[in-house]
T-cell receptor
């Protein structure tokens, strides 16, 4: 099915480093959502973005809704071991519609 | 409270069995979703219910049968599944209220193994 282009696919970083990942699409979205998923668990919502150009923070996480409405990025500052997991971006065009997911970025943090 | 509760957490079933997955939310959300997820892949949409009515069916095989008894509950009935149906099944809900910003909350999933 339709998917977003999310990169990188995986990252191996040292504790304390900053992390950046992004998603791009050929289509416009009205909502961008960023999730983190641990093995065997459901995705947990980290940040929700609703306006083009919007920059939102949640603790060490910062995400932006691209001006063109076709992209978004997520930054994690000063990574810690519990940041390990798979991060998914997701785009939504309308309420109650189909949430389109990126392929995920698998993050590994070395203490 | 942003909790979506799914039961059971794990399920093993044979290809001739009939079983049901259950999902519950008490956030007053009016849209509920079933997703299927294979390991390290993104979730794939199966069904969407809006105001207790089926609004999206992503061409899911009939051996999966969804049901929305009321605005808080969502079931997925399983019958004659195949081994390739083994996956993590996720339920989600969203407010679906005009004028509010939409966001989906997921449950912790049911890990299904079909033998």
């Amino acid at each position: 099915g339709q998917q977003l282009n999310q990169s990188p696919q995986s990252m191996f970083i040292q504790e304390g480093e900053d992390v950046s990942m992004n998603c791009t699409s050929s289509s416009i979205f009205n909502t961008w959502l960023w999730y983190k998923q641990d093995p065997g668990e459901g995705p947990v919502l980290l940040i929700a973005l609703y306006k083009a150009g919007e920059l939102t923070s949640n603790g060490r996480l910062t995400a932006q809704f691209g001006i063109t409405r076709k992209d978004s990025f997520l930054n994690i500052s000063a990574s810690i071991p519990s940041d390990v997991g798979i991060y998914f971006c997701a785009g939504l065009r309308n309420q109650g519609g189909k949430l389109i997911f990126g392929q995920g970025t698998e993050l590994s943090v070395k203490p | 409270d942003t909790e979506v509760t799914q039961t059971p957490k794990h399920l093993v079933m044979g290809m001739t069995n009939k079983k049901s997955l259950k999902c519950e939310q008490h956030m007053g959300h009016r849209a509920m979703y079933w997703y299927k997820q294979k390991a390290k892949k993104p979730p794939e949409l199966m069904f969407v219910y809006s105001y207790e009515k089926l609004s999206i069916n992503e061409s899911v095989p009939s051996r999966f049968s969804p049901e929305c008894p009321n605005s808080s509950l969502l079931n997925l009935h399983l019958h004659a599944l195949q081994p390739e149906d083994s996956a993590l099944y996720l339920c989600a809900s969203s407010q679906f209220n005009r004028g509010t910003n939409e966001k989906l909350f997921f449950g912790s999933g049911t890990q299904l193994s079909v033998l």
